[in-house]
T-cell receptor, first 114, second 115 residues
Framework: GAGVSQSPSNKVTEKGKDVELRCDPI?????LYWYRQSLGQGLEFLIY????????KSGLPSDRFSAERTGGSVSTLTIQRTQQEDSAVYLC????????????FGQGTRLTVV | KQEVTQIPAALSVPEGENLVLNCSFT??????LQWFRQDPGKGLTSLLL?????REQTSGRLNASLDKSSGRSTLYIAASQPGDSATYLC??????????????FGQGTILTVHP
C-alpha cells in the first residue's frame, strides 16, 4: 500500500474483553514499531520488530500485552483482559530497514475501554 | 540507553516569526535523526530526516540541523503560519546494542502560531 495502514481506526471495548489491533506496514519495510500515546502524553514504546531477529518487547507494560508479526509483514497487537488504563491511541510505524531510514506512521487506533 | 529531550515543552508565537525548536540526545552514535509533526488526534507525519553524515536538511520553510558531537538537533521554522500549529517531535535511533535501530522520541514541543 501507499502508507502504513492501521485497523480499526477506533475501538470501544468493555473492561475485561480482549482486543486485537492490526498494522499493515509499507510493502518491503523490514522494521515495524508499536507505540502507545495516552491523552496529552508522549509516545510510549511498546515493541519493535526488526527483520527476522527476535523482537524487542521491553516496552510492553504487562503480560496482558503481546504482539506478533506474521511473514515479516502484517503485525497484530493483542491486549487481553483490557483495563481502563489501556485506553490510548496505539500507533504503528515501519521503516525500510532498521536504524538508517525514515520511519512512517499510521494514523493510529484509538482504543477506549469502558 | 538513548534518551531524547525537547525544549521548550510549549511555544506560542505570533504569525510571521522565525522560531527554533531544540532536541538533545544522550547517545551520539546515531545514524540519523528524524523530526515529525503531529496534529491533534492524528498520527505522526515525517518532516525531515538528517543522516549522521549531514549537518542539515531543508524542506520549504523548515531547516533541521544536526550536531552529533554535542548531541543536539534544531528545527528552524521560518515565517511561521497558523497552519504550523502542532506538536513537533524528534526521534533518534539506537546505534547499537540489542535494540539497534529502535526509535526513541522526545516529549515534543507544542507549537501555537496565532494570527
Amino acid at each position: 500500500g501507499a502508507g502504513v495502514s492501521q485497523s480499526p481506526s477506533n475501538k470501544v471495548t468493555e473492561k475485561g474483553k480482549d482486543v486485537e489491533l492490526r498494522c499493515d506496514p509499507i510493502s518491503g519495510h523490514t522494521a515495524l514499531y508499536w507505540y502507545r500515546q495516552s491523552l496529552g502524553q508522549g509516545l510510549e514504546f511498546l515493541i519493535y520488530f526488526q527483520g527476522n531477529s527476535a523482537p524487542d518487547k521491553s516496552g510492553l507494560p504487562s503480560d496482558r500485552f503481546s504482539a506478533e508479526r506474521t511473514g515479516g509483514s502484517v503485525s497484530t497487537l493483542t491486549i487481553q483482559r483490557t483495563q481502563q488504563e489501556d485506553s490510548a491511541v496505539y500507533l504503528c510505524a515501519s521503516s525500510l530497514k532498521y536504524g538508517n531510514t525514515e520511519a512512517f506512521f499510521g494514523q493510529g487506533t484509538r482504543l477506549t475501554v469502558v | 540507553k538513548q534518551e531524547v529531550t525537547q525544549i521548550p515543552a510549549a511555544l506560542s508565537v505570533p504569525e510571521g516569526e522565525n522560531l527554533v525548536l531544540n532536541c538533545s540526545f544522550t547517545d551520539s552514535a546515531i545514524y540519523n535523526l528524524q523530526w515529525f509533526r503531529q496534529d491533534p488526534g492524528k498520527g505522526l507525519t515525517s518532516l525531515l530526516l538528517i543522516q549522521s553524515s549531514q549537518r542539515e536538511q531543508t524542506s520549504g520553510r523548515l531547516n533541521a540541523s544536526l550536531d552529533k558531537s554535542s548531541g543536539r538537533s534544531t528545527l528552524y521554522i521560518a515565517a511561521s503560519q497558523p497552519g504550523d500549529s502542532a506538536t513537533y517531535l524528534c526521534a533518534a535511533p539506537n546505534a547499537g546494542g540489542t535494540s539497534y535501530g529502535k526509535l526513541t522520541f522526545g516529549q515534543g514541543t507544542i507549537l501555537t502560531v496565532h494570527p
